[in-house]
Structure formats: C-alpha cells, structure tokens
C-alpha cells in the first residue's frame, strides 16, 4: 500500500509541475534580405574556432509590426524560430563542420551579443544544409533595434575542402501575452 501511494505521487508530480507557455506568436521575422553570406576558405584547420561577422543588418522590426497590426507592447519577447546555413548554390558537402554557434550582437557595441542558434555537434553525414536550433534567450534588446549583426563561429572536423559561398537564412518570433 505504501508503495502504492508513493507510486501515485511519482506520476502525479511531473502532471502538476507542467506549465504550458500561455504566450502567442504575434508575427514572424524573417531574414534574408539583405542576404546574410560569408566565405569559407580552402584549407582552414581543425584546431581553431573560424569567426565570421556580418554587420550591419537592418532588422526592419517597425516594418514587421506595423505589417502584423500589433503595437510594441504587446511584443512581450522576441525569440530564435529557426535557423539554416547552407552553401549558396547546394552543391557543398558541408560535414566536415562539427559546431555552429552563432550570435547576435548590437553593431555599435559589438561586446553586447547572446547566442541565438547553435549545433553542438553537427551530425556527420551528406547534407549540404545544417538545420540549427534556437535557443532560448529573448533577443529583444537587439531585435528591436534598427540594425543588428551576426557573428557566425564555426568548428571543423576536417579541413575545408574548398573556397566557396555560405548563407545563413533565420526567422525571428516576436511573442505577445
């Protein structure tokens, strides 16, 4: 009986301790445009983190809002959505890359970033797009402003093989009460 009824209270926990999010997505943000592209060179080694910064981008926030209806305050967070790079014509086997972590940060104060899409590892294969996920921090402080930067850190597990083009496609939700 004993055991019974501490049974019951190790299911009945995880029930009641579940908070659902009550937020809603108000709207999207997506971006590109402008096209957010960088170079891998040939030849880079495995020992260093290669860091790839792309600034300014216009976030278009004002221009988002007032295409969905909604006002500033009710924008209560602005969150990573998903998030892809890819090379920009398909055709690059990208699995020597192990870890993407990229950040978003003011480009007038380019020390105030927060990670907002990673891949810790990126699973080896054949692919020629690595599908990121978001993370969880509320990027209003930038998002919200009128440009943004983007600074894209990468790990590799082999040598580049190539010199070839990169793009990073993401999209931004902005969540309301």
């Not at 971006?31 to 860091?51: A, C, Q, S």
């Not at 969905?68 to 690059?92: N, P, T, Y």
Request: hydrophobic content about 40%; overall charge negative; charged content about 25%.
């Amino acid at each position: 009986m004993k055991n019974g009824i501490y049974l019951y209270l190790f299911l009945l926990c995880p029930l009641l301790s579940c908070n659902k999010d009550g937020r809603q997505e108000l709207f999207t943000l997506t971006y590109p445009p402008p096209p957010i592209g960088f170079e891998i060179l040939p030849g880079l080694n495995t020992f260093d983190t290669h860091i790839y910064t792309i600034s300014p981008i216009p976030t278009r926030y004002e221009e988002y809002l007032d295409q969905s209806g909604r006002s500033d305050d009710e924008v209560i967070a602005i969150e990573a959505k998903s998030g892809q790079l890819a090379s920009i014509f398909q055709d690059i086997n990208l699995d020597f890359v192990n870890r993407v972590s990229i950040f978003i940060f003011d480009p007038f104060e380019p020390d105030n970033k927060i990670e907002f899409f990673y891949m810790d590892p990126v699973v080896y294969g054949d692919k020629t797009v690595i599908r990121l996920f978001p993370g969880i921090a509320d990027i209003s402080e930038w998002a919200k402003q009128e440009f943004i930067g983007v600074e894209i850190r990468l790990d590799y597990r082999q040598i580049s093989p190539t010199f070839f083009e990169m793009e990073f496609d993401f999209e931004l939700r902005a969540m309301g009460e």
